[in-house]
């Protein structure tokens, strides 16, 4: 583990911003806000028109194998331990807060980090604020972090929000594995079930996108939070993308999660046609029972930091512009150990992987997704999202995403629940399914 702390303690200062601000700086909702960052890249995670973006970076902590989430966990406490927090509105996510990402595996060599920015602009039930965090002995004020995010706009006209500039568009091959290769690996999966000891393996695989021209951040997280937006768009560095599926959330003594598994594609579907999803979704034995396993997973690991949990007996169906999923939240009221509740962290650490992006049994499926996928997953399928110094947090999992690897080379991943009736063919064309969300965003063509 790496972190550096700084020699001063952590500052921050979180003030509202009021309509007259706003309205001169021609940011109304985070879609104008984006809309006027030109070259800057910000950090991101937004839903309906609510969530933040993250500028700079004051200090970071980056870590790697099993210990990745108590270490920042351990990293986060010391860094609040001496913290000056001003923070009149005590909304989640005011305050000291920081951006996570963390890998798949404890094996990957992706490197888990936890970025504290210089600025943080939210928007949560029609409030806007600013939060200026330092650890360089400077007192933040609510003139520095406006200058802060003056600085960050560029003096795009706002109107040009709405319309993204396009990606230039791209060619697209297979990653670690062809096609042909991958459906073999999903062949051994159904056979390593048939034999007994596993229920569900979810395999994934990636695929690369290059450009001629060098690829714009802020436009894929326009585009994403315009086409998806009932999704979670994050950005944490390289990592983009839109994922349906929370982890967990945190506000208060409530965690919530949403657990997806089971899909169909709905690309030539009308918006709308529920009705056939539900009969073609919810009536297939095999989506049930993926499903069911992977509700069944997530409950069996939260039940311990509950005193109370919910979730539905029957699940929902989730429409997306890509795809429709069997979808069911599960609601805890956490318990208190000594007077603490359990931290973002501490679920999260307990809830990764669920049996949505790696099966059941849990290790036994994570062994054979490596030993079958021939790929670092890095952060894909990892934990992505936030903190805050209070306890709150939101944690998806990066799914519908990619890692930018430089300015011309983007590498995008998707996966598949198996199951022992899997059939290869439809699990590659679920993939493509789901990696839509990414290449409409990079704006490339889908011939298929
Ligand atoms: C693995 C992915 O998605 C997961 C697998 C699903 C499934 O197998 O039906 C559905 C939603 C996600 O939990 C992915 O998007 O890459």
């Not at 979730?311 to 989730?318: D, K, Q, T, V």
């Amino acid at each position: 583990m790496t972190a550096s702390l700084g020699t001063h303690s952590l500052r921050t200062l979180t003030t509202a911003l009021d309509p007259a601000t706003l309205g001169e700086l021609g940011v109304t909702n985070p879609a104008s806000l984006l809309g006027t960052l030109g070259g800057t890249d910000p950090l991101c995670w937004l839903r309906r028109g609510e969530g933040f973006l993250g500028f700079g970076e004051v200090t970071a902590f980056t870590g790697a194998g099993r210990g990745r989430f108590a270490d920042a966990e351990q990293w986060w406490k010391t860094l609040l331990a001496d913290a000056r927090i001003i923070n009149p509105l005590r909304l989640p996510g005011t305050g000291a807060m920081a951006f996570g990402s963390f890998a798949f595996s404890k094996t990957s060599s992706y490197e888990s980090v936890l970025i504290v920015p210089e600025l943080v602009v939210g928007f949560s039930g029609g409030t806007t604020w600013l939060t200026q965090m330092s650890v360089d002995g400077t007192a933040p004020t609510a003139e520095s972090a406006l200058h802060l995010l003056r600085s960050a706009i560029a003096g795009a006209s706002p109107a040009d929000s709405s319309t993204p500039e396009p990606a230039p568009a791209g060619t697209v091959r297979s990653g670690a594995l062809t096609e042909d290769q991958w459906k073999d690996s999903v062949t051994a999966g159904v056979a390593a079930i048939a034999r007994g000891g596993l229920e569900k393996v979810v395999l994934a695989r990636d695929v690369v996108a290059t450009f001629a021209e060098p690829v714009q951040r802020v436009s894929i997280l326009q585009r994403l939070i315009r086409l998806y937006d009932e999704c979670w768009t994050y950005g944490v560095h390289g990592l983009v993308g839109a994922t349906p599926e929370i982890l967990i959330k945190i506000d208060g003594s409530v965690a919530q999660a949403r657990v997806l598994a089971g899909t169909l594609d709905r690309e030539d579907e009308p918006a709308g046609s529920t009705g056939f999803a539900t009969t073609v979704l919810g009536g297939s034995i095999k989506q049930r029972q993926e499903h069911d396993f992977a509700v069944r997973s997530l409950v069996r690991q939260l039940a311990p930091f509950a005193s109370d949990l919910a979730f539905p007996a029957e699940p929902f169906i989730l429409e997306l512009p890509n795809v429709w999923h069997l979808a069911s939240d599960v609601t805890a009221e956490l318990a208190s150990s000594n007077g603490h509740l359990p931290s973002s962290l501490a679920l999260v650490e307990a809830l990764h992987p669920t049996a949505a992006v790696c099966g059941t049994p849990r290790e036994e499926a994570g062994t054979l997704i490596l030993e079958l996928e021939k790929m670092d997953r890095g952060p894909y399928a990892g934990p992505v999202g936030w903190l805050d110094g209070d306890g709150n947090g939101e944690w998806g999992i990066a799914l519908r995403g990619a890692v930018l690897e430089d300015p011309h080379s983007v590498r995008l991943y998707a996966g598949a629940g198996i199951v022992e009736a899997s059939d290869p063919e439809a699990e590659l064309a679920e993939t493509w399914a789901k990696f839509r969300p990414m290449l409409q965003a990079l704006n490339v063509p889908q011939n298929r």
